[in-house]
């Protein structure tokens, strides 16, 4: 392989690696937003569907997002343009705990800033 295809290689994989965070961040943001959703509805009907998220899966999902936030970060990977938008799913899902567990969040918050 020569200098020129190995650039266009390194160049396309990191059109992809983008391209894929950034799709990893919408569906990410979406489930937030549905989650919130979902949880504003069973609050004003007072019915809990089957699809709502517990409070521990949230958090779990938090933490998780977070462990691998910190792991790109020394790549710049944790960005709105470039990589996952950390900040922005994190915001939505703790709106959504905040409706769930309002207590819950101050913690969450506190651990995630």
């Known amino acids: 392989m020569n ?4 650039y266009t290689l390194t160049t396309r994989r990191s059109t992809q690696a983008v391209s894929n965070f950034g799709k990893l961040s ?3 943001g979406k489930l937030g937003q549905k989650q919130k959703d979902v949880t504003s509805e069973a609050m ?6 089957e699809d709502m998220l517990s409070v521990g899966r949230i958090k779990i999902l938090m933490d998780d997002l977070v462990g691998m936030c910190n792991q790109l970060e ?3 990977l944790v ?3 470039m990589g996952i938008w950390e ?3 994190i915001d939505v899902f703790i ?3 905040d ?5 819950a969040v101050e913690t969450q918050r506190k651990a995630h800033v």
Request: charged share 30%; aromatic share 6%; hydrophobic share 35%.
């Open 3 to 6: 200098a020129v295809q190995v």
């Open 26 to 28: 919408i569906r990410a």
């Open 99 to 103: 409706l769930l567990c309002p207590r």
């Open 87 to 89: 900040e922005q799913i």
């Open 79 to 81: 960005d709105f343009e």
């Open 95 to 97: 709106e959504g705990l």
């Open 44 to 49: 004003r009907t007072g019915r809990k569907p």
């Open 74 to 76: 020394p790549y710049g």
